[in-house]
Each structure stands twice: as C-alpha cells, then as structure tokens.
C-alpha cells in the first residue's frame, strides 16, 4: 500500500512562529503536493514539486514556502505564522503521468490540523 | 483553466436510500475524472476514477459514477446508502496528457458532506 505520512496530526503554534509540516512518502513518486482544506472551499493547491529541488507555486503560495531536498519528503514552511492561516493541510504524492498507469492518481496524508494563536 | 461544480454542500439521505451527488466539470477537453472520500479526522481516499474506456466506472464500498461528456458531468450514485457512508466527497479532475507542465494537478471541488439518517 503507498503510504504518506504526515508528522504531526495537530499543531498549535503563535503569531509569528515559524513552522514545518513534514511529509513523507514512501511509493518513489515523483510528484509531491501541499494543499490546505478549508470548509466550502475544497482543497486549494499551494505548492508541489515534481523533481528533487524543483518546485511550481499552486493557486495560493502567499505566506508560504517549501523545500524537497529528497525525493520522498516535501515540507511545507509558514515563515511567520499568521491566524489566516489556520486550516488543515494535506500532502499527497503521485507518479509522473507517462501515459500508462498511474493517470495522475493521487495518495494523501492524513492531515495535519494547525491552529495559529 | 479546468474548475469543478459540486452541487450541493451538505445531501442529507434516509439509510437505504439513493445516494446521489452531483459534479459538473469545465475543461476545454476531457479529463481525467475523480471522486475521492474523506471520513473524518482522516485524508482523502481515492473512491473511483475515469480515465478512459467504459463511461459507467465502478469504485469501492458500493459508489459508481458515469461521465457523461455531453453534460460535462461525473456524478457519484449508490443505490442504497449506508451509515457508513457518512464523510465528505471531493470531485476532481486534473489534465489527461502525460507530463508537460500540467504536473498531474488535480482541481477540486468545494466538496459535499453526506449525511446518513437512520
């Protein structure tokens, strides 16, 4: 079974702060995804990477920043956590589309809850 | 730019029940087609996906959808709803070509809380 794992289910952290939420998968994929949940705004993407060190921003990047420095961890940065920025937030992973299997199916997390005091 | 419709946040069904959720879809060509499940306090788990061939796709746990290009429309049915199958859906689609700068990115919709009554 692919499994992606985020390292924390719950954080909470103040103004300010700066955080990491930590990602890892274990299925080789190339694709790695950030997205935050929030209710009746589905999921919006904020960052995803496609290669080790390669990194495209998603519809909402603002406050935001990542880094890939291995192929199964993708983080996700808050530089200074803000309280707009309570939400859940999902990782998720996928191969490279080459046209055979895969067809861009992708495998989440299980999120990790950030409350920003 | 692809975006989703979910009609209807919250779908409200008696247990036994057909379950119907709705997703219309723009794109300028076929997509690829998803429905994925979130149960609570968990991710997303893939329920079923049209890629290509058959247009009626079968998933896990009883869900089935049909693509229905001339409507732009994917909607997830069951035939009879389970208090189990109490979550949010997530309809998405994401861009059918291989690699290029598409990424394999799926757009979501706003989502759909079903709520199974006794």
């Known amino acids: 079974d692919v499994k992606v794992t985020q390292s924390s289910r719950y954080l909470v952290k103040r103004t300010g702060e700066k955080v990491f939420l930590e990602c890892v998968q274990d299925?080789?994929?190339?694709?790695m995804f950030w997205y935050r949940q929030d209710p009746g705004l589905g999921l919006r993407l904020i960052y995803f990477?496609?290669?080790?060190?390669?990194?495209e921003k998603g519809d909402i990047p603002e406050g935001y920043s990542v880094s890939r420095e291995k192929k199964e961890r993708f983080s996700l940065i808050l530089e200074s956590a803000s309280t707009n920025q309570t939400s859940m937030y999902l990782c998720?992973?996928?191969?490279?589309?080459?046209?055979?299997?895969?067809?861009?199916?992708?495998?989440f997390g299980a999120g990790t809850r950030l409350s920003v005091l | 730019a692809q975006s989703v419709t979910q009609l209807g946040s919250h779908v409200s069904v008696s247990e036994g029940a057909l379950v119907l959720l709705r997703c219309n879809y723009s794109s300028s060509v076929p997509p690829y087609l998803f429905w994925y499940v979130q149960y609570p306090n968990q991710g997303l788990q893939l329920l079923l996906k049209y890629t290509t061939g058959a247009t009626l796709v079968k998933g896990i746990n009883g869900f089935e959808a049909e693509f229905k290009k001339s409507e732009t429309s994917f909607h997830l049915t069951k035939p009879s709803a389970h208090m189990s199958d109490a979550a949010e859906y997530f309809c998405a689609v994401s861009d059918k070509h291989a690699g290029g700068t598409s990424y394999g990115k799926l757009t979501f919709g706003q989502g759909t809380i079903l709520t199974v009554h006794p």
């Open positions: 990477s496609y290669d080790v060190k390669m990194k």
């Open positions: 299925m080789d994929h190339e694709n």
């Open positions: 998720a992973s996928s191969f490279v589309n080459t046209g055979r299997g895969s067809k861009n199916i992708q495998y």
